[in-house]
Antibody, heavy 119, light 108 residues
Framework: QVQLQESGPGLVKPSQTLSLTCTVS??????????WSWIRQPAGKGLEWIGH???????NYNPSLKSRVTISVDTSKNQFSLKLSSVTAADTAVYYC???????????WGQGTLVTVSS | SYELIQPPSVSMSPGQTASVTCSGD??????VSWYQQKPGQSPVLVIY???KRPSGIPERFSGSNSGNTATLTISGTQAIDEADYYC???????????FGGGTKLTVL
């Protein structure tokens, strides 16, 4: 059974960089044709895809966030990470990591982690 | 950018059939997936590739996709089906996943 677990600071100051890590168990992050993804959800609102990194290391990002987002992978730790720079209160949300399939549906999700942007 | 439009809410009596729609330009030419999210929980995949059910999802959940509209159908709606439902597709032009705004299903 594939499991994903997000970790990182729950509070980030405005203008700083939000950094989260997703640890994957039950699957190798470097095998298969998957897209390791980040998705977020502000309180009371809908889901927003942030971006993904493929098993080959290629990345795609939401055009609305592209200038501020970096997703990377550490195969030795079976982890992938999110960095979102120049955060504002609008970036306050629950952040999920997820496994995306070759046909771009998300079959496994982490439990989510709340990140609040506040001074 | 590509948009998926869902009704904000749908209400249904127990035992009835609930339909949640998702609209987008030429949506029938893309694969659509559906997610169920209950309060305080992570989303759960209930339909992928328009009409396939993951292991463990009850048969009462079904999907279709044609033209500009995809539909999630829940037959014999139960109280446990009360949740938010999101549709999702891939925008190949922008190389980006897109979610609908979500539909709150209330089982009265």
């Amino acid at each position: 059974q594939v499991q994903l677990q997000e970790s990182g600071p729950g509070l980030v100051k405005p203008s700083q960089t939000l950094s989260l890590t997703c640890t994957v168990s039950g699957d190798s992050i470097s095998s298969g044709s998957y897209y390791w993804s980040w998705i977020r959800q502000p309180a009371g609102k809908g889901l927003e895809w942030i971006g993904h990194i493929s098993t080959s290391g290629s990345t795609n990002y939401n055009p609305s966030l592209k200038s501020r987002v970096t997703i990377s992978v550490d195969t030795s730790k079976n982890q992938f990470s999110l960095k979102l720079s120049s955060v504002t209160a609008a970036d306050t949300a629950v952040y999920y990591c997820s496994r995306g399939s070759r046909t771009r549906y998300f079959d496994y999700w982490g439990q989510g982690t709340l990140v609040t942007v506040s001074s | 950018s590509y948009e998926l439009i869902q009704p904000p809410s749908v209400s249904m009596s127990p035992g009835q059939t609930a339909s949640v729609t998702c609209s987008g330009d030429k949506l029938g030419e893309r694969y659509v997936s559906w997610y169920q999210q209950k309060p305080g929980q992570s989303p759960v995949l209930v339909i992928y590739q328009d009409k396939k059910r993951p292991s463990g999802i009850p048969e009462r959940f079904s999907g279709s996709n044609s033209g500009n509209t995809a539909t999630l159908t829940i037959s014999g709606t139960q109280a446990i089906d009360e949740a938010d439902y999101y549709c999702q597709a891939w925008d190949s032009g922008a190389a980006s996943a897109v979610f609908g705004g979500g539909t709150k299903l209330t089982v009265l």
